[in-house]
């Protein structure tokens, strides 16, 4: 019923707000690209607006594409991005023009606040829980093991939490599968190595960085949390470049440059670890030679601009872990390689001036393999989820009042359940299971609307469609379908809404509401996401997940946007969770999902965030209040519990001082109450053995979490004119050596020889204190002006 | 647990560390534990019960502290008969009886101190006889404490045949050899389920780490496995552990058993050794109903193959 009036309330704005405006034939356009004016890399969310009436503006879209329709006149635009000089070019709107503006990436000598218009975006824009990081305000923080990692990054924002030691983050309460992870619009499935130590971005290769936590555009969906967009660098287009790093577990390489100058740029980029490649000579002394762990992440892209109108662009990810583990003397070897692979291929075309489009080919695979055996036994288990992806995306801007974007997607998935073999001798097993297939489409229009200048709506309605499809023998009926045929249908229907009224230009509230669905799930065993866990497709045994999440903010600007502030209140309702039963066996029955129980959950919280975004000392705190539970009829008769991740407190501070042209330190801290877990309640004897009982779920606490990351950055040559430039940080990652509990484990030692019995708790830390340094450096075929960063974040 | 030492070491080596973590107190009060078996097979025993209580979390246990829990009432009754166990305590048996008690329950006779106290609740009349294909119910009462719950018998599988054969991959000990265990999965049933014990020379019959196994991956096939040895080398070396010495005798104890009798063993095996961060808590399925107990009754269709492991 909510859902009928939303629809209609959508196609009411759509029919009042739009029409006056596509009739009014004295407007003019002004399009092109806003660009990095050294490398020739567009510059995504960049604005461009009048300097007399800054409501008349716009923002550029992924591909750094902007347009601005408004009457005739002669207007001051500003271009202005941030950590870029603004740039103001007087234009007289007496007919359609292109403009392509570059902007210069820092300051020129003489000191000049460049990024004040830009920074109203957060109190402008009528987005609400959105979150850009530039990557080059993520390489000035501390990083464990000095790689720099833009997952962690995102996990000192108010709102967004983490673990020690994992990739998968948590949203607002969402479970980590609840989290859109797109790199050049491909979903990456899994997006961390060495178990979730570290995350699959390369820093060198990424170029911009969006979390949207609150309520997400129609164009995005499948997820109930969140979306993290992440672009990957075009390629210089104008010079050749080499940048990399040296660091203590892995090394980066990237080689960009122009293929045809101005026309066609690639960019390479590479990084792997080492650590114990470079200890295989004492490795293959002992026992366990043969041994090796390592990670590497290739990306590459390259682009072509066949015209104005029409661009090309080529990326593909791909990234693995290898694990290898033998013991000669036990006859035993064990591997456990896994990874992702991503490929995109968009094509944008600019139709007129007011409509861009994206049509994209995605290919996006993700598969783990566990393998090995001793003596004639050997088994190997493989499961993984791998797609084919086709949207179109269009992005409508018939005047500076309206930005509209609609769009068609579909993805073909194939979904791989764990499927185990193993052979003994002349033995074989197997599961016999099938990988299940499914279509997934969805149409979404949405438009970004300002009906006044102080009044802005973002309003959205997706329908998104999943079928799943045969081959597939039903587990319910027993009935066989045949390949492509429909096995169960899911439609939805999510409409968004997101609205901004602003006080000022440095004051406003913000309000939304979005429906969301999701089809694929990830449902985790442990207290971390693992590799080995499987994706599983909604179908006749599983049913949608689905989410609705409130949120409503007030966001402030102080001191000509030195400060920017905000609070935000959120409540979110999930339902057709999804969670294993307390006395689930892995293998107990053939299809995970048919030892699944369902249940809901629901978030609510408060979060309040302080950034100086400019200065010397730049950073921000960030606090978080909040509460997440569930309830499964099938754990403990409905009790209501917390989630694991469920965090009173969760607060992140975080700095940048540049003491001084030479040395930039960094530093962040986090505190956070400690994780829910499941206590030991008693102990009985079986056989005579001592076994525990547990306590109800996540009915105990950690001790809280804090940890205080100090980073230094050393320039030796600042505002160095040669072509070849270098850097050193040095960081250390716990830096008082707190040890935070990363699990806790009973251990329990019967020796029923001696008749005694002895049971332990053991709580384990993951990382103390660890110093590390990277060398970082940049070669430049052409020598760089002499300009100097402004520091802002 | 094996895997956490080795991912503790995998780690620790270059990481992390540990410390002991003291559990705050969740328990307030003991509940009743059973553990109670009868046995279809050529040497049936009694059916018996062992009542204990839970025990807060601690630290060191032997075995004259007493846990046991004394006058219950327990009855074992099949759909025809029905029978008030015996309660028999360790200290009332004469030293033959206890030698047979001791082998029949796996106690340790030369590690038993004087405190040593042992009740079992037992079909001294062998009344109900453990027979295949049938169920079985037990009721526990004790003051206001009811328990129950039913177990049934599968038919039995015998073991086909076992073999000794070389350790695996590069292990030269020529005085060690890993047994091979044959038998035939039944084809008329849709899922049997196994659990496997062993037994060398006098010793009494022990579970390893995983005891149970279903057919799902071998269903209506001949299955043979590696059966590893439940009891430790006679030096503690990784590498031998599972093997058996060559000139040894050794057994095999091979049980039919029920699907909750199986979710039980399973998920107390994972109970022990299913923790850390790569995995989750694990509850023990019980079959035991009724509020104020948990535990286990559970029918075993039993087979025994006993071989000695050839010299060479």
Redesign the interface.
């Known amino acids: 019923m909510r859902i009928r009036n939303f629809t209609r309330a959508l196609s009411y704005f759509l029919t009042i707000f739009f029409f006056p405006f596509l009739l009014d034939a004295q407007n003019f356009t002004i399009s092109g690209y806003i660009k990095d004016g050294r490398t020739d890399e567009t510059l995504i969310g960049a604005t461009v607006s009048s300097k007399d009436n800054p409501s008349v503006g716009t923002v550029s879209n992924n591909y750094g594409f902007y347009s601005l329709t408004t009457s005739k006149g002669k207007y001051t635009l500003i271009f202005s991005y941030i950590g870029y000089q603004n740039k103001e070019v007087i234009v007289d709107l007496s007919a359609n023009q292109s403009l392509n503006a570059s902007l210069s990436d820092g300051l020129s000598l003489q000191e000049i606040v460049v990024t004040a218009r830009e920074k109203e975006q957060n109190v402008q824009g009528t987005q609400m829980g959105t979150v850009a990081l530039s990557i080059e305000s993520v390489k000035k923080l501390p990083a464990l093991a000095g790689e720099v990692d833009i997952l962690k990054t995102l996990q000192l924002l108010p709102g967004v939490k983490g673990n020690e030691?994992q990739a998968g983050f948590y949203v607002r309460g969402g479970g980590p599968d609840q989290n859109l992870v797109l790199l050049d619009e491909a979903v990456v499935y899994n997006p961390g190595h060495l178990?979730g130590f570290f995350s699959v971005f390369n820093s060198d290769a990424i170029k911009n960085t969006t979390l949207i936590k609150g309520a997400m555009p129609a164009q995005y969906g499948g997820r109930l949390s969140s979306v993290v967009d992440i672009q990957m660098k075009e390629g210089n287009n104008k010079e050749y470049g080499v940048e990399g790093g040296i660091g203590l577990i892995a090394s980066r390489l990237t080689v960009e440059g122009p293929i045809e100058k101005d026309k066609s740029s690639f960019i390479f980029s590479a990084r792997r670890t080492y650590?114990l490649d470079l200890a295989q000579p004492f490795i293959n002394q002992t026992k366990f030679a043969g041994s090796n762990y390592y990670f590497y992440d290739l990306n590459a892209k390259i682009n072509y601009k066949l015209s104005e109108k029409d661009r090309f662009y080529l990326s593909g990810y791909f990234g693995r872990d290898v694990f290898a583990f033998v013991?000669?003397?036990?006859?035993?070897n064990f591997n456990l390689p896994y990874g992702n692979a991503t490929a995109s291929l968009r094509w944008n075309h600019v139709f007129d001036q007011k409509l861009f489009m994206n049509v994209s080919g995605i290919y996006n695979d993700y598969d783990f393999t566990a393998g090995g055996g001793?003596?004639?036994?050997v088994f190997k288990a493989f499961s993984g989820i791998r797609d084919w992806n086709a949207k179109a995306d269009f992005d409508y801007y018939p005047d500076y009042r309206n930005s509209i974007k609609f769009g068609v997607n579909y993805t073909y998935h194939r979904l791989t359940p764990n499927i185990?073999s193993?052979t003994?001798?002349d033995?074989t097993?197997?599961?016999n299971l099938s990988p299940q297939f499914a279509h997934e489409s969805a149409i979404y229009v949405g438009d970004d609307f300002k009906a006044s200048k102080a009044l802005s709506f973002n309003i959205g309605l997706r329908g998104a469609l999943f079928n799943q499809l045969g081959p597939y023998t039903s587990t319910i009926t027993g009935k066989v379908y045949a390949t492509n045929e429909v096995v169960k249908t899911y439609p939805a229907l999510e409409p968004r809404l997101a609205v901004k009224y602003s006080f000022d230009r440095e004051n406003s509230v913000k309000a939304s509401i979005a429906y969301t669905t999701q089809f694929l799930h990830l449902v985790s065993?442990?207290?971390?996401t693992?590799p080995a866990d499987v994706w599983v497709p909604s179908s006749e045994l599983v049913q949608p997940q689905t989410g609705v999440q409130y949120s409503t903010g007030y966001f402030k600007n102080l001191k000509d946007n030195m400060y920017e502030t905000s609070i935000e209140v959120y409540y979110r309702d999930l339902n057709h969770q999804i969670d294993?039963p307390?006395?689930?066996?892995f293998?107990?029955k053939?299809l995970v999902e048919q030892s699944f129980v369902y249940g809901k959950g629901r978030a609510y919280g408060v979060e309040l965030f302080i950034k100086k975004a400019k200065g010397n000392l730049t950073g921000w705190i960030g606090y978080t209040l909040s509460r997440t539970e569930r309830q499964f009829p099938d754990i403990e008769n409905g009790r209501v519990y917390p989630a694991t991740y469920d965090r009173t407190h969760d607060l992140s501070v975080v700095a940048n001082y540049r003491l001084s042209r030479k040395w930039e330190m960094g530093g962040a801290f986090v505190f956070a109450t400690g994780n829910a877990f499941?206590?030991?309640?008693?102990?009985?004897?079986?056989?005579?053995k001592?076994?525990?009982?547990?306590?109800p779920r996540n009915?105990?606490r950690y001790e809280p979490y804090h940890r205080l990351d100090l980073a230094a950055t050393y320039t030796p040559h600042p505002g160095s004119v040669k072509k070849f430039q270098s850097t050193w940080t040095f960081s250390v990652y716990n830096s008082y050596n707190r040890?935070n509990?990363?699990?806790?484990?009973?251990?329990?030692q019967n020796n029923?020889?001696?008749?005694?019995?002895?049971?332990?708790?053991?709580?384990?830390?993951?990382?103390?204190l660890?110093p590390s340094v990277t060398w970082n450096f940049k070669w430049r075929q052409k020598k760089p002006a002499a300009i100097e960063k402004n520091p802002t974040f | 647990m094996k895997l956490i030492r080795y991912l503790l070491f995998l780690c620790g080596t270059i990481f992390s560390c540990q410390q002991e973590f003291i559990p705050a107190i969740n328990s307030n009060q003991n509940q009743i534990v059973v553990e109670g078996y009868i046995e279809a097979s050529e040497r049936a025993t009694p059916a018996y019960v062992i009542l204990t209580r839970t025990i807060p979390f601690f630290h060191e246990f032997n075995t004259s502290q007493n846990f046991f829990v004394s006058g219950a009432t327990v009855y074992v009754s099949n759909d025809q008969d029905s029978v008030r166990l015996t309660e028999i305590c360790w200290t009332d048996l004469d030293s033959a009886t206890k030698k047979t008690a001791a082998n029949l329950f796996g106690i340790n006779l030369d590690s038993v101190g004087s405190k040593f106290n042992f009740c079992v609740y037992a079909d001294i009349s062998q009344k109900i006889k453990g027979e295949y294909g049938r169920s079985y119910h037990l009721t526990v009462r004790k003051d206001t404490t009811l328990l129950s719950a039913t177990t049934t018998r599968p038919q039995k599988v015998p073991v086909d045949s076992v073999r000794f054969i070389k350790p695996p991959g590069g292990n030269k000990n020529d005085t060690m050899a890993q047994m091979q265990c044959y038998f035939n999965d039944p084809t008329e049933l849709s899922a049997y389920y196994y659990r496997v014990l062993n037994a060398v020379n006098e010793k009494p019959y022990k579970a390893g780490s995983f005891s149970v196994v279903d057919d799902q991956f071998f269903h209506g096939q001949t299955v043979k496995f590696n059966l590893f040895n439940a009891y430790k080398p006679r030096v503690d070396k990784t590498e031998i552990q599972g093997l058996f010495y060559r000139g040894d005798t050794a057994s095999v104890k091979l049980c039919g058993i029920d699907r909750a009798h199986f979710d039980f063993w399973n998920t107390l095996e994972l109970n022990a050794n299913n923790q850390g961060p790569f995995a989750s808590y694990t509850r023990v399925k019980y079959n035991i109903v009724g509020n104020g107990g948990i535990g286990i009754w559970g029918g075993y269709a039993v087979a025994y193959y006993t071989a000695v492991v050839p010299t060479k």
């Open positions: 030691g178990l650590a013991s000669k003397e036990q006859g035993f001793q003596g004639d036994f185990i193993a003994n001798g033995q097993f197997s599961n065993n442990s207290t971390s693992l294993y307390d006395n689930y066996v293998g107990d053939p499941t206590p030991i309640k008693d102990l009985f004897l079986i056989e005579q001592l076994n525990v009982e547990y306590a009915s105990s040890l509990p990363y699990f806790i484990y009973y251990d329990v029923l020889e001696k008749g005694t019995a002895k049971a332990t708790a053991y709580q384990v830390t993951l990382f103390p660890i």
